[in-house]
């Protein structure tokens, strides 16, 4: 799978694509990250992205041509709404993110990401190039490069073969059985007088499996009682 990030701050993801599972699954050739300059469709001397608003107001807007020529340049024959490469622009003002979304995404060949910044982006990129608007949650960051990280990995650690286990993301938080995940201990079994669970220090696999599938639902009933109500 390869993901595409279109962003003035390519330089932003070194540290969140360089580290741990992301860097490794890049390393094995199971994901493809590649990051666009948007300045590098831009042809003035000040290789200039953004302009003001129309209308007036603070701040300043992303100019819709550089981002409709990085998109046309990287895809020269996609169409909008092309199943197999996807352009999504990441917003406050977009559909949810979540775990149902991010495992659909895994199914998508090449995803787009857009990463927006200042006041937003010029309205005809929602409207005529991007698939889909995406928000990872109700509060506005200063830029679309935290949230395009958070989809990635998101997205990228559903695919097959990147967590080395693959049951992994079959038994977490948010996966069908509709719970979040078990809480979990490990050694020592009694830390500053605080003992971890006895039934799991033996090795009676079902009354393990009964435990943790009560203390889930515990869990999930004071942390989110709303995903027990769905
Ligand atoms: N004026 C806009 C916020 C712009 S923030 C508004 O009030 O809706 C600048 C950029 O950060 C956005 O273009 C978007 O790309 C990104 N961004 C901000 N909040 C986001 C969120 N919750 N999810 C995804 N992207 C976000």
């Known amino acids: 799978m390869v993901f595409h990030v279109l962003t ?3 330089d932003f993801f070194r540290g969140p694509f360089e580290c741990g599972v992301i860097d490794r699954a890049q390393r094995a050739g199971l994901i493809e990250i590649r990051l666009h300059d948007l300045r590098t469709w831009t042809s003035d001397r000040h290789r200039t992205v953004d302009d003001r608003p129309f209308g007036g107001g603070e701040g300043m807007v992303l100019k819709a041509q550089p981002l409709f020529e990085a998109v046309e340049s990287i895809w020269p024959d996609r169409k909008q709404g092309d199943l197999r490469r996807r352009v999504i622009l990441l917003s406050a003002q977009g559909r949810k993110f979540d775990q149902g979304r991010a ?13 927006g910044r200042y006041e937003g982006v010029d309205e005809r990129v929602a409207e005529h190039l991007a698939d889909e608007e995406l928000s990872i949650g109700d509060y506005v ?11 990635v990995d998101a997205v990228a650690r559903l695919k097959e073969g990147v967590l080395g286990n693959r049951d ?20 020592p079994e009694e830390f500053r007088g605080w003992k971890a669970p006895e039934v799991l220090l033996g090795g ?9 599938k009560e203390a889930a639902r515990a869990k999930t009933a004071r942390m989110r009682p709303d995903l027990l109500e769905s």
């Open 168 to 187: 992994s993301t079959l038994y977490e938080s948010f996966s069908d059985a509709g719970l979040l995940d078990c809480p979990q201990y490990t050694r």
């Open 141 to 151: 960051l200063s830029g679309g490069e935290l949230a395009a990280a958070v989809v």
């Open 103 to 115: 495992r659909d995404m895994a199914e998508i060949d090449e995803l787009l990401l857009i990463c």
């Open 8 to 10: 003035i701050f390519p």
């Open 204 to 212: 009676n696999h079902e009354q393990i499996r009964q435990w943790r």
